[in-house]
C-alpha cells in the first residue's frame, strides 16, 4: 500500500518556526519528485516547495522563497519543509505529494498524503 504521511504540523506564533515531515512507504520513490503544496479556507490548493528525485534542484513559490526549504533524506523516504519566519497567511492544510516528472502543477502528482494543519497566530 503507497502512503505518504505527513507530520509536524501544529500552532505556533508569526515569526515562528515548524519542520514538517513527509514518510513515503509502500514503493520505491527515490525516482519521483516531491511537493508541497498547502490550502488555505476557502481557497484553491497551491504550489509552495518542489524537489527533484536526487534533492539537487528545489523551486519555491513566491510567498514563501527564502522562508521555506524543502530537503530529502539521502534514503529518499522523508522529504521534510523547514519553514521558519511564518505569517498568519502561511496557515493552510500543508501535504506532500509525489510525481513521476518535475512539475508545480498538483494535476501531475500521482499520490498524495492526508494533510497536516498549520496554524500561525498573529
Known amino acids: 500500500q503507497v502512503q505518504l504521511v505527513e507530520s509536524g504540523g501544529g500552532l505556533v506564533q508569526a515569526g515562528g518556526s515548524l519542520r514538517l515531515s513527509c514518510a513515503a512507504s509502500g514503493r520505491n520513490f527515490a525516482s519521483y519528485a516531491m511537493g508541497w503544496f498547502r490550502q488555505a479556507p476557502g481557497k484553491e490548493r497551491e504550489f509552495v516547495a518542489l524537489?527533484?528525485?536526487?534533492?539537487?534542484?528545489?523551486t519555491y513559490a513566491d510567498s514563501v522563497k527564502g522562508r521555506f526549504t524543502i530537503s530529502r533524506d539521502s534514503a529518499k523516504t522523508t522529504t521534510y519543509l523547514n519553514m521558519n519566519s511564518l505569517k498568519p497567511e502561511d496557515t493552510a492544510v500543508y501535504y506532500c505529494a509525489a510525481a513521476s516528472r518535475w512539475s508545480s502543477n498538483d494535476g501531475e502528482y500521482d499520490y498524495w498524503g492526508q494533510g497536516t494543519q498549520v496554524t500561525v497566530s498573529s
Open positions: 524537489i527533484g528525485w536526487s534533492g539537487g534542484m528545489t
